[in-house]
């Protein structure tokens, strides 16, 4: 094709398009730099429509140019949700979905395993926290953006999915799970002695503020003075669960600022005037995003100790916009800060006391659990019961 044809065909885009061009830029006021991107768009889509070797579709086209806009940011919890990966999406929170009960982490362009749900389908193949994910259904991850990597794992109830795991001192193998409906209870508890109690929060769900409240009051009417809170691979989850269960252990103040670029400020805040018994909180590498909000309030309020280790460090906020073809966006929006003013995005809560873990949690398929001791929870509750004898939270 000739130069001229060319330009020819471009000119033609423009006018044929300078009713739309004109009508958007009035409407969303836009300045001469942003009339000039918006024809070079619009001239681009004309141009392969018109030209490109096989006939396209205009919704493919427009697809695949919001979702380049996206992957531009580099940002893997930043995802353009086609209609099928939209729809999945809403179901993620709603307590039961079809999939094999794992929690995911992106970093450095890889996807690992955060946590397993117990008894899910993930669990029975034998998938541990801190297992990479290599491939799926032998599509490579590289190939995949990192936040379709969940849609594409899930599936009709019954139905298989392969993934390529990668295990620490272990040859790669390629596990079959068969997908099943995963109901999700999210806070477990139980009392330890005639004093400790220890609750375990999986995720953050709709109903997981709900949950921990009567689960507290159980152990409270059992005798519980004191409280170990295990957040170790919990992946986060539901910001307002979160700050529901906030607002029963941190002391009155803020527990959470939402600050999104242009400086706006969103704060969550607790009303309880004194806690009611001192707590030890469990971290781990696994802990992430809301786990991390509710440790960093604690850890700054002094409402708690922290032991383990260094969490996972995503301290940014997502939210699912829809848009206007039954797809959407979920787009990281703003960053959270404690209530000292730390970000922790990329860095994680420190613990106040570190300790390794030599404990099924991180022990592979064929050890015998009754050969280790969970070092951690040990020095939780060596940690608390000081704290109880002494009757307050102790520092160094």
């Known amino acids: 094709m000739s130069k001229k044809t060319i330009i020819g065909v471009i000119l033609v885009a423009l006018v044929s398009s300078i009713g739309t061009i004109v009508g ?67 179901t993620e929170t709603s307590g039961s979905f079809g999939g094999i009960g794992v929690y995911m982490g992106f970093r450095d362009g890889g996807v690992q395993v955060l946590g397993v ?5 993930g669990e029975k193949v034998g998938l541990l926290a801190g297992d990479s994910i290599l491939a799926v259904n032998s599509q490579p991850i590289s190939e995949i953006e990192p936040g379709e990597v969940a849609m594409k794992i899930r599936g009709e109830v019954g139905t298989n999915v392969e993934l390529l795991i990668r295990r620490e001192g272990e040859e790669d193998k390629t596990y079959t799970i068969t997908r099943d409906v995963i109901q999700v209870k999210t806070v477990a508890g139980k009392m330890l002695d005639d004093r400790e109690g220890y609750i375990r929060i999986s995720n953050f769900s709709e109903n997981s503020g709900k949950e921990f409240k009567n689960i507290v009051q159980e152990l409270e009417s059992n005798g519980m003075k004191g409280l170990i809170l295990d957040l170790r691979q919990n992946p986060g989850g539901v910001i307002t669960s979160c700050v529901e269960i906030a607002q029963e252990i ?13 400086g706006e400020k969103e704060v969550y805040t607790s009303n309880l005037q004194q806690p009611k018994f001192p707590i030890v909180v469990l971290l781990d590498q696994n802990s992430a995003s809301a786990s991390e909000l509710l440790s960093g309030a604690l850890q700054d309020t002094k409402a708690a100790l ?52 030599k404990t099924p949690l991180q022990m592979s ?12 929870l040990k020095m939780a509750e060596n940690i608390l019961s000081t704290q109880l004898d002494a009757g307050k939270i102790l520092f160094d």
């Open 24 to 90: 958007l830029c009035v409407a969303l006021s836009f300045d001469a730099k942003s009339v000039g991107n918006l024809a070079r768009l619009i001239g681009a889509m004309k141009f392969i429509e018109s030209q490109y070797v096989r006939e396209v579709e205009e919704d493919s086209l427009v697809n695949g140019a919001i979702s380049g806009m996206v992957r531009s940011l580099d940002d893997p919890h930043s995802i353009y949700l086609e209609p099928r990966l939209y729809n999945q999406l809403k």
């Open 117 to 121: 749900i117990p008894e899910s389908p």
């Open 250 to 262: 941190v002391p009155a103040g803020t527990i959470v600022s939402v600050i999104k670029r242009d």
């Open 306 to 357: 922290i032991v383990g280790k260094t969490s996972y460090g995503k301290g940014s906020v997502q939210t699912v916009i829809p848009m206007f073809h039954d797809d959407g966006l979920k787009l990281t929006i703003a960053k959270y800060y404690t209530p000292n003013g730390r970000s922790i995005d990329g860095i994680g809560i420190v613990p106040d006391v570190e300790v390794d873990l």
């Open 365 to 376: 398929r064929d050890m015998d659990l009754n050969d280790f001791e969970d070092t951690q």
